[in-house]
T-cell receptor, first 111, second 117 residues
Framework: RKEVEQDPGPFNVPEGATVAFNCTYSNSASQSFFWYRQDCRKEPKLLMSVYSSGNEDGRFTAQLNRASQYISLLIRDSKLSDSATYLCVVNNPGGYNKLIFGAGTRLAVHP | GAVVSQHPSRVICKSGTSVKIECRSLDFQATTMFWYRQFPKQSLMLMATSNEGSKATYEQGVEKDKFLINHASLTLSTLTVTSAHPEDSSFYIC?????????????FGSGTQLSVL
């Protein structure tokens, strides 16, 4: 089983749509969770951290379910500029507390 | 936010040559830097964790003699791909960790696209 699993997509949605991405992780000891955004052949950029109580940043809402080891990202009112790959990232608390990246979910927003 | 400068952004080289990639933290000190490799349509795969003043920790399956990492100062880490071969062609990217726990953030360099002919 992969440490972090995501649906690769692509998700093709029209502007204004609401889209949700899911992610599962295997290490129950993980404590830090993030969503990153990556454009083609560019470096990943932090979209938001994911807190236990869930958190919202504008059109983006992240949720964490520790019991199910599941993280979600909801994007409301999709914009063309939201088109990118969204990476679910989870820490592995052993050793250097490294971050493990999911393979990403591709989103394509069309007019 | 913190800035990590990585260069070169693109390298094309002949098989058998060595390539050095530099990663600098410009406005902060990075005790720990990470090196990743990403093949097309795949995830970032952690290659090694680099700590200033000590030997790097390599992930399973990554050859430490082929991918030499040096982190001699708090602002510079280098990755040298020795005797590069076409299968080493990939997107290499570094990151520096700032903070810890829920406040932990990774700041990435802009990546290096390596093409080995």
């Amino acid at each position: 089983r992969k440490e972090v699993e995501q649906d690769p997509g692509p998700f093709n949605v029209p502007e204004g749509a609401t889209v949700a991405f899911n992610c599962t992780y295997s290490n129950s000891a993980s404590q830090s969770f993030f969503w990153y955004r990556q454009d083609c052949r560019k470096e990943p950029k932090l979209l938001m951290s994911v807190y236990s109580s869930g958190n919202e940043d504008g059109r983006f809402t992240a949720q964490l379910n520790r019991a199910s080891q599941y993280i979600s990202l909801l994007i409301r009112d999709s914009k063309l500029s939201d088109s990118a790959t969204y990476l679910c990232v989870v820490n592995n608390p052993g050793g250097y507390n490294k971050l493990i990246f999911g393979a990403g979910t591709r989103l394509a927003v069309h007019p | 936010g913190a800035v990590v400068s990585q260069h070169p952004s693109r390298v094309i080289c002949k098989s058998g040559t060595s390539v050095k990639i530099e990663c600098r933290s410009l406005d902060f000190q990075a005790t720990t830097m990470f090196w990743y490799r990403q093949f097309p349509k795949q995830s970032l795969m952690l290659m090694a964790t680099s700590n200033e003043g000590s030997k790097a920790t390599y992930e399973q399956g990554v050859e430490k003699d082929k991918f030499l990492i040096n982190h001699a100062s708090l602002t510079l880490s280098t990755l040298t791909v020795t005797s590069a071969h076409p299968e080493d062609s990939s997107f290499y990217i570094c990151s520096a960790r700032v903070g810890a726990g829920v406040n932990e953030k990774l700041f990435f360099g802009s990546g290096t696209q390596l093409s080995v002919l």
